[in-house]
């Protein structure tokens, strides 16, 4: 009997040290800071997003979570570091169209894979591109500044937050389908990008809107168009690029988080839960929505496969833009 007695205990220790196994470490996750990693300078569309986020994060995990920008080469910069970061759930990337579906075919070669170097977290939401000019470019619509760049062919410069940014890929696009030919002059961010803009230095920008929502209220610069096929809530007013004289054309941008391969499931489930709820939040949603953005917050699973069915889109266009970074 005794014996028996001993072997159920063992049993039923056994069972009880598989579901603490089975919890993993996310149990006692997060059990210090977090960092957040940007790969662009402190100024761009990002940072919009990414530190509401931190903070809505740090309340409710009880972790500070830093917001790291790592800006330079497209983002590659930022993207590397998170690639080579331990797979604990202590470092994770806040990457953009850009890094995770257009480098590659940009690119010959990338210091990271977007696909077999990170854990999907969640598509946290998306926005559109506003085309903006300086005040001193003598346009005020879309036909405007293609019949201005067709009769100044390569006068006008444009600037963008790097060389395969999303940026630069919805200029390309713009030239490709209306003609026109522009200088492109690349920078190490959406910052310093508008900062030129704003000082005269480059003509034209394709800009997120929470960056440049507040200068064109100035009137420091002047927004033309949206670059996606639907005109956002917070800015009916503005035109879609296809509505303005180019149809068919559509880029926008999608923001996503990610951990590098290997962050236990368990971490990567309770990252993407709180991001959700932080989405779902009502103050939140109103802020992102109020700056042009669609909330979304889908599934790691979802986001995986988003991302592989994105690179065979932007695959195409890159290859119908012509354009190639060696």
Do not use: C
Request: zero cysteines; hydrophobic letters at 45%.
């Amino acid at each position: 009997m005794t014996k028996v007695i001993l072997v159920l205990l063992g049993a039923l220790m056994g069972t009880a040290s598989g579901v603490v196994w089975a919890q993993g470490t996310a149990a006692g996750y997060p059990g210090k800071p977090i960092r957040l990693v940007l790969p662009y300078p402190p100024g761009g569309g990002t940072d919009t997003i990414a530190r509401p986020l931190a903070q809505r994060l740090s309340d409710n995990l009880g972790q500070q979570v830093v917001v790291d920008n790592r800006g330079g080469a497209g983002g590659a910069i930022g993207m590397e570091l998170v690639a080579r970061s331990a797979p604990d759930g202590y470092t994770i990337v806040l990457a953009i169209t850009a890094q995770l579906a257009v480098n590659v075919s940009l690119f010959k070669k990338l210091p990271y894979d977007p696909v077999r170097d990170y854990a999907p977290i969640t598509l946290l939401a998306t926005g559109p591109y506003l085309l903006v000019v300086h005040p001193s470019v003598p346009v005020k619509s879309v036909k405007e500044l293609i019949a201005l760049a067709r009769a100044r062919p390569g006068d006008l410069t444009y600037a963008s937050s790097g060389n395969g940014s999303g940026g630069h890929l919805a200029a390309e696009l713009l030239k490709t389908m209306a003609g026109i030919k522009m200088l492109h002059i690349p920078y190490k961010g959406g910052g310093p990008a508008l900062i030129d803009l704003l000082s005269g230095q480059v003509q034209v920008l394709f800009a997120t809107y929470a960056a440049g929502r507040g200068h064109i209220q100035s009137g420091r610069i002047r927004a033309l168009g949206v670059t996606t096929s639907k005109r956002p809530a917070a800015i009916p007013d503005l035109p879609t690029i296809a509505e303005a004289g180019v149809p068919g054309y559509d880029s926008g941008v999608w923001y996503a988080l990610l951990a590098p391969a290997g962050t236990p499931r368990d971490v990567v489930a309770k990252l993407n839960g709180e991001i959700v709820g932080a989405l779902n939040h009502p103050e939140f949603h109103k802020m992102l929505v109020g700056r042009a953005i669609d909330p979304i917050g889908s599934t790691p699973e979802e986001l995986g496969k988003y991302i592989k069915s994105e690179i065979v889109k932007w695959a195409k266009v890159v290859k119908d833009a012509g354009v190639r970074i060696d």
